[in-house]
């Protein structure tokens, strides 16, 4: 099980840091991921990260402000968001897979388990 937390609603230039805590399983094998949903527009990849930290993805639109980590420890991946636009309002959700591959890791078909999303609203 993943749950995310973390959103809320904050001035565009303004930071939030989003987590996911996996339970139920030892998540520390899996690849991790932050998804997010705006209305009426599809669900699109923010970044991802493997389980050693040592592959790192962003989408080019957040490349430069958000910053993915993870603590293996606590099973809990973070996302820092930083100078956030009104754009960045969504529903952001984490996902794991069981593995990082380049041709699906930026895909939601790429992960096996989804959180439930935290909203995000960034006011201009």
């Known amino acids: 099980q993943l749950q995310a937390s973390g959103g809320g609603l904050v001035q565009a230039g303004g930071s939030l840091r989003l987590s996911c805590a996996a339970s139920?399983?030892?998540?520390?094998?899996?690849?991790m991921g932050w998804f997010r949903q705006a209305p009426g527009k599809e669900r699109e990849f923010v970044a991802a990260?493997?389980?050693?930290?040592?592959?790192?993805v962003y989408t080019d639109s957040v490349n430069g402000r958000f910053t993915i980590s993870g603590d293996n420890a606590k099973n809990t991946v973070y996302l820092q968001m930083n100078s956030l636009k009104s754009e960045d309002t969504a529903v952001y959700y984490c996902?794991?897979?069981?593995?990082?591959?380049?041709?699906?890791?930026?895909?939601?078909?790429?992960?096996?388990?989804w959180g439930q999303g935290t909203q995000v609203t960034v006011s201009s």
């Open positions: 996902a794991a897979g069981a593995r990082f591959l380049a041709s699906t890791a930026t895909t939601p078909s790429g992960y096996d388990y």
């Open positions: 990260i493997t389980r050693s930290g040592g592959r790192i």
């Open positions: 139920g399983r030892t998540f520390s094998t899996y690849a």
